[in-house]
């Protein structure tokens, strides 16, 4: 017997535009200060380089101007999509609970890395079309089993992205579990890669060819299918890019809201976002269209190989910290950014000054050295 899906109305804990009013700038006071000492460190100012930027940002994310990111959680949310019968993917929609039940036993690459990089790695199932046990340890807060069709249909009502949004703010709370110092975005849905790729045509007006990539592997044929699925449904629906709410609606996903708002409620919260690749940073354009301000919060952690990922990033002004030809997704990149977050803020808080070390700093007219 299947379980009725988990309703939650969006006023339930939080309104969406209460959300977004409230997100605040960074702290530069906080920044200020870690600037300062930044530059009285025993290096010539500006050395480390990127390093050093991330340290400021964080700062002024958390308003510590030392701060540390003990409490890592890895949220991996979870829905499946109506457009894979359209044959848009080179796996069955089935894959999508398989690799559920693997996140819980700890099997999949982003349980080894959260490992790794001492995380936490949360699944919560959003959407995903089969009725998973209620044993199974993860987060059961199913809106839906999987999405409509988006290529015949909008892919989820008004209601339904908004419940997802919701969800998602409420993930970073602290409830069950401490809130997080850092939350890192990861997802799973066979077939999101579509959706993402037509999220980010809908939003930024590009080609879809130009923003649609391989995915899973699929082959000529059927990648030539998923860029003509695509086409059809923008021009079926003619979605409004100055509407991003109503575009997730017509071609996201439930897992896509939610991150939605997992990235609202943590820049609400005051925490830093590590996005990983490109169906994180579909998310992650709709909630910066949602709310500017959020932007701010986020740290790319990598470049995927999906084509749309790089149009994503250079519309949010972001650069990623490294490229490793990844496209898998369940936030990978991101887990393997917390040690390059880690090391920067060691570095602001365990470095010597130049008057704890009885080193003579730069003079007045001494330059960086190059």
Same mark, same amino acid.
């Given at each position: 017997?299947?379980?009725?899906?988990? !309703?939650? !109305?969006?006023?339930? +804990?939080?309104?969406?535009?209460?959300?977004?009013?409230?997100?605040?700038?960074?702290?530069?006071?906080?920044?200020?200060?870690?600037?300062?000492?930044?530059?009285?460190?025993? +290096?010539? $100012?500006?050395?480390?380089?990127?390093?050093?930027?991330?340290?400021?940002?964080?700062? #002024?994310?958390?308003?510590?101007?030392?701060?540390?990111?003990? @409490?890592?959680?890895?949220?991996?949310?979870?829905?499946?999509?109506?457009?894979?019968?359209?044959?848009?993917?080179?796996?069955?929609? *089935?894959?999508?609970?398989?690799? &559920?039940?693997?996140?819980?036993?700890?099997? /999949?690459?982003?349980?080894?890395?959260?490992? @790794? =990089?001492?995380?936490?790695?949360?699944?919560?199932?959003?959407?995903?079309?089969?009725?998973?046990? $209620?044993?199974?340890?993860?987060?059961?807060?199913?809106?839906?089993?999987?999405? /409509?069709?988006?290529?015949?249909?909008?892919?989820?009502?008004?209601? @339904?992205?908004?419940?997802?949004?919701?969800? #998602?703010?409420?993930? *970073? *709370?602290?409830?069950?579990?401490?809130?997080?110092?850092?939350?890192?975005?990861?997802?799973?849905?066979?077939?999101? =890669? =579509?959706?993402? !790729?037509?999220?980010?045509?809908?939003?930024?007006?590009?080609?879809?060819?130009?923003?649609?990539?391989?995915?899973? #592997?699929?082959?000529?044929?059927?990648?030539?299918?998923?860029?003509?699925?695509?086409?059809?449904?923008?021009?079926?629906?003619?979605?409004?890019?100055?509407?991003?709410?109503?575009?997730?609606?017509?071609?996201?996903?439930?897992?896509?809201?939610?991150?939605?708002?997992? %990235?609202?409620?943590?820049?609400?919260?005051?925490? $830093?976002? &590590?996005?990983?690749?490109?169906?994180? =940073?579909? /998310?992650?354009?709709?909630?910066?269209?949602?709310?500017?301000?959020?932007?701010?919060?986020?740290?790319?952690?990598?470049?995927?190989?999906?084509?749309?990922? @790089?149009?994503?990033?250079?519309?949010?002004?972001? %650069?990623?910290?490294?490229?490793?030809?990844?496209?898998?997704?369940?936030?990978?990149?991101? /887990?393997?950014?917390? $040690?390059?977050?880690?090391?920067?803020?060691?570095?602001? *808080?365990?470095?010597?000054?130049?008057?704890?070390?009885?080193?003579?700093?730069?003079?007045?007219?001494?330059?960086?050295?190059?």
């Amino acid at each position: 017997m299947q379980h009725q899906p988990h !309703s939650r !109305s969006a006023s339930d +804990k939080h309104s969406l535009e209460a959300v977004i009013e409230s997100i605040q700038p960074l702290d530069t006071a906080a920044q200020a200060r870690t600037r300062e000492r930044l530059d009285s460190l025993t +290096k010539p $100012p500006g050395s480390l380089g990127r390093l050093e930027r991330v340290a400021v940002q964080i700062a #002024g994310i958390t308003g510590n101007e030392r701060p540390r990111l003990n @409490q890592r959680t890895i949220y991996v949310l979870a829905a499946d999509h109506g457009v894979t019968v359209e044959g848009v993917s080179a796996y069955p929609q *089935s894959v999508t609970a398989e690799m &559920v039940r693997n996140f819980a036993r700890g099997g /999949a690459a982003i349980n080894v890395l959260a490992r @790794q =990089t001492r995380a936490e790695v949360v699944v919560v199932d959003l959407g995903v079309a089969a009725d998973l046990p $209620p044993e199974l340890p993860i987060l059961h807060r199913k809106i839906g089993f999987g999405t /409509a069709n988006f290529a015949r249909t909008a892919a989820m009502s008004l209601s @339904q992205a908004r419940a997802a949004i919701d969800l #998602g703010i409420s993930l *970073s *709370s602290a409830g069950e579990r401490p809130a997080p110092d850092v939350v890192c975005l990861g997802e799973m849905g066979i077939g999101n =890669t =579509t959706a993402a !790729s037509a999220i980010v045509a809908a939003l930024t007006g590009l080609p879809v060819a130009s923003v649609t990539g391989r995915g899973t #592997g699929i082959d000529d044929a059927t990648f030539e299918r998923k860029v003509a699925v695509i086409d059809a449904a923008l021009r079926l629906h003619q979605p409004d890019p100055g509407k991003p709410l109503e575009v997730l609606a017509t071609l996201g996903g439930f897992e896509i809201a939610g991150l939605v708002g997992v %990235v609202l409620g943590a820049a609400m919260r005051r925490i $830093p976002i &590590v996005v990983d690749g490109f169906i994180a =940073t579909a /998310a992650v354009l709709v909630a910066v269209e949602l709310c500017p301000a959020a932007r701010q919060y986020l740290i790319a952690a990598h470049r995927s190989v999906e084509v749309g990922h @790089q149009a994503a990033l250079e519309r949010l002004e972001l %650069v990623p910290l490294f490229a490793l030809d990844m496209r898998l997704g369940e936030g990978t990149g991101a /887990a393997l950014a917390l $040690p390059i977050l880690d090391a920067a803020l060691a570095l602001l *808080s365990e470095m010597a000054t130049f008057d704890e070390a009885g080193i003579a700093g730069p003079t007045s007219t001494t330059q960086a050295i190059g």
